[in-house]
Protein backbone atom coordinates (compact mmCIF):
# COMPACT_ATOMS: atom_id res chain seq x y z
CA UNK A 1 0.00 0.00 0.00
CA UNK A 2 1.29 3.74 -0.74
CA UNK A 3 -0.13 6.80 0.66
CA UNK A 4 0.49 10.21 0.35
CA UNK A 5 0.57 12.96 -2.24
CA UNK A 6 4.01 12.73 -4.17
CA UNK A 7 7.83 12.21 -3.93
CA UNK A 8 10.14 13.89 -5.37
CA UNK A 9 13.75 14.74 -4.07
CA UNK A 10 12.16 16.47 -0.98
CA UNK A 11 9.68 15.54 1.89
CA UNK A 12 9.89 12.57 3.87
CA UNK A 13 7.93 8.78 3.60
CA UNK A 14 7.75 6.04 6.02
CA UNK A 15 8.30 2.53 5.12
CA UNK A 16 6.20 -0.08 7.70
CA UNK A 17 7.40 -3.79 6.96
CA UNK A 18 10.80 -2.79 5.96
CA UNK A 19 12.22 -6.59 7.05
CA UNK A 20 9.80 -8.24 4.75
CA UNK A 21 10.68 -9.15 0.99
CA UNK A 22 8.73 -6.68 -0.60
CA UNK A 23 9.96 -3.65 2.16
CA UNK A 24 13.45 -4.69 1.32
CA UNK A 25 12.68 -4.34 -1.85
CA UNK A 26 11.44 -1.10 -1.86
CA UNK A 27 13.98 0.40 0.30
CA UNK A 28 16.25 -0.62 -2.19
CA UNK A 29 14.54 1.10 -4.51
CA UNK A 30 14.07 4.12 -2.66
CA UNK A 31 17.60 4.73 -1.92
CA UNK A 32 18.80 4.50 -5.04
CA UNK A 33 15.98 6.87 -6.46
CA UNK A 34 16.68 9.46 -3.60
CA UNK A 35 13.00 10.33 -3.66
CA UNK A 36 13.02 11.71 -0.07
CA UNK A 37 14.59 13.36 2.38
CA UNK A 38 13.72 11.35 5.11
CA UNK A 39 12.97 8.04 5.21
CA UNK A 40 11.79 6.11 8.03
CA UNK A 41 11.49 2.52 8.61
CA UNK A 42 8.37 1.45 11.29
CA UNK A 43 8.66 -2.06 12.28
CA UNK A 44 8.06 -3.88 15.79
CA UNK A 45 12.33 -3.84 15.91
CA UNK A 46 14.89 -2.45 14.72
CA UNK A 47 16.51 -3.63 11.85
CA UNK A 48 20.39 -4.67 10.84
CA UNK A 49 21.32 -2.71 8.32
CA UNK A 50 24.26 -2.14 6.45
CA UNK A 51 26.51 1.36 7.41
CA UNK A 52 25.08 3.02 4.09
CA UNK A 53 21.09 1.78 4.39
CA UNK A 54 21.80 3.13 8.68
CA UNK A 55 23.00 6.63 7.36
CA UNK A 56 20.38 6.82 4.96
CA UNK A 57 17.15 5.93 7.15
CA UNK A 58 15.42 6.77 10.31
CA UNK A 59 13.84 3.24 12.72
CA UNK A 60 10.82 3.38 14.63
CA UNK A 61 9.56 1.33 16.85
CA UNK A 62 5.97 0.45 17.25
CA UNK A 63 4.16 -1.96 18.82
CA UNK A 64 1.83 -3.43 16.63
CA UNK A 65 -0.59 -4.58 19.36
CA UNK A 66 -1.34 -1.09 20.25
CA UNK A 67 -0.80 1.03 16.62
CA UNK A 68 -3.50 3.90 18.17
CA UNK A 69 -0.73 4.66 20.66
CA UNK A 70 2.44 4.88 18.00
CA UNK A 71 0.09 7.19 15.89
CA UNK A 72 2.92 10.36 15.95
CA UNK A 73 5.38 7.53 14.30
CA UNK A 74 3.06 7.79 11.23
CA UNK A 75 2.99 11.95 11.27
CA UNK A 76 4.98 14.37 9.37
CA UNK A 77 5.12 12.11 6.35
CA UNK A 78 4.67 13.16 2.95
CA UNK A 79 4.05 9.02 1.72
CA UNK A 80 3.56 6.48 3.48
CA UNK A 81 4.27 2.46 2.35
CA UNK A 82 2.99 -0.73 3.86
CA UNK A 83 4.66 -3.49 2.58
CA UNK A 84 2.90 -5.72 5.36
CA UNK A 85 1.43 -8.82 3.36
CA UNK A 86 1.34 -12.74 3.56
CA UNK A 87 1.76 -11.98 7.86
CA UNK A 88 -1.43 -9.91 7.58
CA UNK A 89 -2.89 -11.45 10.56
CA UNK A 90 -0.08 -11.36 12.69
CA UNK A 91 0.88 -7.80 11.52
CA UNK A 92 -2.77 -5.83 11.99
CA UNK A 93 -2.94 -4.78 8.46
CA UNK A 94 -6.25 -3.85 8.54
CA UNK A 95 -5.53 -1.87 11.79
CA UNK A 96 -2.96 -0.52 10.17
CA UNK A 97 -4.25 0.82 7.06
CA UNK A 98 -7.11 2.52 8.87
CA UNK A 99 -4.24 4.02 10.58
CA UNK A 100 -2.75 5.80 8.00
CA UNK A 101 -6.06 6.40 6.57
CA UNK A 102 -6.73 8.34 9.71
CA UNK A 103 -3.50 10.31 9.31
CA UNK A 104 -4.95 12.50 6.50
CA UNK A 105 -3.24 11.91 3.44
CA UNK A 106 -4.77 13.10 0.19
CA UNK A 107 -5.14 9.50 -1.20
CA UNK A 108 -4.09 5.69 -0.47
CA UNK A 109 -3.47 3.41 -3.05
CA UNK A 110 -3.54 -0.68 -2.27
CA UNK A 111 -1.40 -2.85 -4.11
CA UNK A 112 -2.55 -6.91 -4.30
CA UNK A 113 -0.39 -8.79 -5.50
CA UNK A 114 -0.57 -12.41 -6.82
CA UNK A 115 2.30 -14.74 -5.42
CA UNK A 116 5.48 -13.30 -4.81
CA UNK A 117 8.38 -14.22 -6.60
CA UNK A 118 11.46 -13.72 -4.57
CA UNK A 119 14.35 -15.39 -2.53
CA UNK A 120 12.95 -15.60 0.83
CA UNK A 121 15.30 -15.63 3.61
CA UNK A 122 13.12 -17.56 6.18
CA UNK A 123 12.59 -21.14 5.26
CA UNK A 124 9.05 -22.02 3.46
CA UNK A 125 9.02 -25.24 1.73
CA UNK A 126 5.22 -25.22 0.36
CA UNK A 127 5.98 -20.98 -1.41
CA UNK A 128 9.08 -22.22 -2.32
CA UNK A 129 7.47 -24.99 -4.25
CA UNK A 130 4.43 -22.79 -6.03
CA UNK A 131 7.28 -20.20 -6.76
CA UNK A 132 9.37 -22.72 -8.76
CA UNK A 133 5.76 -24.07 -10.33
CA UNK A 134 4.73 -20.08 -11.23
CA UNK A 135 8.25 -19.27 -12.12
CA UNK A 136 7.44 -21.58 -14.83
CA UNK A 137 3.84 -20.40 -15.20
CA UNK A 138 5.53 -16.55 -15.23
CA UNK A 139 7.42 -16.95 -18.55
CA UNK A 140 4.50 -17.95 -20.43
CA UNK A 141 1.68 -15.70 -18.54
CA UNK A 142 3.49 -12.99 -16.52
CA UNK A 143 0.90 -11.40 -15.18
CA UNK A 144 -1.30 -14.19 -14.25
CA UNK A 145 -0.52 -15.92 -10.81
CA UNK A 146 3.09 -14.23 -9.68
CA UNK A 147 4.60 -10.90 -9.47
CA UNK A 148 8.55 -10.30 -8.49
CA UNK A 149 9.21 -8.45 -5.24
CA UNK A 150 11.45 -5.97 -7.25
CA UNK A 151 8.21 -5.08 -9.34
CA UNK A 152 6.07 -4.30 -6.80
CA UNK A 153 8.33 -1.77 -5.22
CA UNK A 154 8.34 0.14 -8.47
CA UNK A 155 5.05 -0.04 -8.86
CA UNK A 156 4.64 1.17 -5.72
CA UNK A 157 7.27 3.56 -6.06
CA UNK A 158 5.48 4.82 -9.23
CA UNK A 159 2.35 4.71 -7.78
CA UNK A 160 3.26 8.17 -5.57
CA UNK A 161 5.03 9.50 -8.59
CA UNK A 162 1.94 10.20 -10.88
CA UNK A 163 -1.03 11.81 -10.38
CA UNK A 164 -3.58 10.23 -8.33
CA UNK A 165 -6.91 8.72 -9.71
CA UNK A 166 -8.99 8.90 -6.87
CA UNK A 167 -8.73 8.60 -2.92
CA UNK A 168 -8.24 5.61 -3.26
CA UNK A 169 -7.10 3.10 -5.83
CA UNK A 170 -6.73 -0.36 -5.69
CA UNK A 171 -4.33 -2.54 -8.21
CA UNK A 172 -4.31 -6.06 -8.46
CA UNK A 173 -1.82 -7.99 -9.71
CA UNK A 174 -1.39 -7.47 -13.60
CA UNK A 175 -2.04 -3.65 -12.85
CA UNK A 176 0.92 -3.92 -10.88
CA UNK A 177 2.53 -5.73 -13.37
CA UNK A 178 2.03 -2.68 -15.96
CA UNK A 179 2.82 0.31 -12.95
CA UNK A 180 6.41 -1.84 -12.55
CA UNK A 181 7.27 -1.07 -15.85
CA UNK A 182 6.71 2.60 -15.91
CA UNK A 183 9.44 3.31 -13.49
CA UNK A 184 13.03 1.79 -14.43
CA UNK A 185 14.48 -0.21 -13.39
CA UNK A 186 17.64 1.32 -11.27
CA UNK A 187 21.26 0.26 -12.73
CA UNK A 188 19.98 -0.08 -16.59
Known amino acids: MAAGGGGGGGGACFVLGASGETGRALLRELLARRLFARVTLVGRRRLSLDEETVAAVEQTVVDFERLSEHAAAFQGHDVGFCCL ?54 RVFPTAYSVPVETVARAMVASVLQPAKGKVEVLENKAIHELGKAVPQQGT
Request: hydrophobic share 45%; glycine share 12%; net charge positive.
Open 85 to 138: GTTRAKAGAGEVENLVQAVGFDRCTILRPAVLLCKRQESRPGEWMAQQFLGVVA
